[in-house]
T-cell receptor
Framework: SAVISQKPSRDICQRGTSLTIQCQVD?????MFWYRQQPGQSLTLIAT?????????ESGFVIDKFPISRPNLTFSTLTVSNMSPEDSSIYLC???????????FGAGTRLSVL | AQRVTQPEKLLSVFKGAPVELKCNYS??????LFWYVQYSRQRLQLLLR??SRESIKGFTADLNKGETSFHLKKPFAQEEDSAMYYC??????????FGKGTTLSVSS
């Protein structure tokens, strides 16, 4: 199984600032995903980030607010821009083993915006 | 619309009692169904998937295409089963779609 390291594990940020979340995988993977889990809610897909192409965003999420980088097959970043208290959530990185069709998850980044 | 429905937000049972966590889905095509579990202070992890047809930690789940259901069952609940359980689906090469999750609480 893939081992995913996500940084930071938590942060408290001021309104209007931006936070970049890093996701490092111990093996090369084609498909990476970013999810949001708001308090008491399920996981909602933000975007799919495949290496070598632009990230594909789900309805309700835009690149200006959540820019994503995917420079290689083991790393990705998600930036939460111009934050507001409504962005307070857990953000999760996930990768897919395309052969087994299994998704693995990072431990998440717990973000609080004041 | 592609949707996973878990009707119970919370399921409380006593140790040794049977458990059934319900999951229904709506999907055009032939999805693969999964159950993921998140124990306290741990990351989300795969519990089982329908194509494996195996029992993990005493849990089983059968895909019923007629009823579009994938309920998770265990005959005798243990306290260590207390966790959040998510039903999810996808087609290979796409991201998982999750239900809202069910918190299972097993007490002695």
């Amino acid at each position: 199984s893939a081992v995913i390291s996500q940084k930071p594990s938590r942060d408290i940020c001021q309104r209007g600032t931006s936070l970049t979340i890093q996701c490092q995988v111990d093996s090369q993977v084609t498909m990476m995903f970013w999810y949001r889990q708001q308090p008491g809610q399920s996981l909602t897909l933000i975007a799919t980030a495949n290496q070598g192409s632009e990230a594909t965003y789900e309805s309700g999420f835009v690149i200006d607010k959540f820019p994503i980088s995917r420079p290689n097959l083991t790393f990705s970043t998600l930036t939460v821009s111009n934050m507001s208290p409504e962005d307070s959530s857990i953000y999760l990185c996930s990768v897919q083993d395309s052969v087994k069709n299994i998704q693995y998850f990072g431990a998440g980044t717990r973000l609080s915006v004041l | 619309a592609q949707r996973v429905t878990q009707p119970e937000k919370l399921l409380s049972v006593f140790k040794g009692a049977p458990v059934e966590l319900k999951c229904n889905y709506s999907y055009s095509g032939s999805p693969e169904l999964f159950w993921y579990v998140q124990y306290s202070r741990q990351r989300l992890q795969l519990l089982l998937r329908h194509i494996s047809r195996e029992s993990i930690k005493g849990f089983t789940a059968d895909l019923n295409k007629g009823e579009t259901s994938f309920h998770l069952k265990k005959p005798f609940a243990q306290e260590e089963d207390s966790a959040m359980y998510y039903c999810a689906l996808n087609q290979a090469g796409t991201a998982l779609i999750f239900g809202k999750g069910t918190t299972l609480s097993v007490s002695s």
